[in-house]
Nanobody, 120 residues
Framework: QVQLVESGGGLVQAGGSLRLSCAASGRTFSIYAMGWFRQAPGKEREFVAGILWRGDSTSYEDYVKGRFTISRDNTNNTVYLQMNSLKPEDTAVYYC?????????????WGQGTLVTVSS
């Protein structure tokens, strides 16, 4: 399997920036895609952004388009989420996740999460 460890969360003022990192280990050769999700207090977990492990394809939810950028470093088995122009509503625990195998797979490996708090 694949183990994921997030880092980079913290407290930031509205309008500020943070960069989250997700380091993958284990059977990284089996990764098909990586994604970032978030869960705000009292809400369900939601998709934020995704990226193929090989190739240039990325996807974003509408509420982060133009503000967040997902990228990866295959050499270091790390995925990043650059978050700019942060808003208080971006406050949540952010999780990275991995899809293993091929396009038919679902997100099945999850990190422990990192808390992002945006103050107004």
């Amino acid at each position: 399997q694949v183990q994921l460890v997030e880092s980079g969360g913290g407290l930031v003022q509205a309008g500020g920036s943070l960069r989250l990192s997700c380091a993958a280990s284990g059977r990284t050769f089996s990764i098909y895609a990586m994604g970032w999700f978030r869960q705000a207090p009292g809400k369900e977990r939601e998709f934020v952004a995704g990226i193929l492990w090989r190739g240039d394809s990325t996807s974003y939810e509408d509420y982060v388009k133009g503000r967040f950028t997902i990228s990866r470093d295959n050499t270091n088995n790390t995925v990043y989420l650059q978050m700019n122009s942060l808003k208080p509503e971006d406050t949540a625990v952010y999780y990275c996740a991995a899809r293993l195998g091929d396009w038919r797979s679902k997100f099945e490996s999850w990190g422990q999460g990192t808390l992002v708090t945006v103050s107004s």
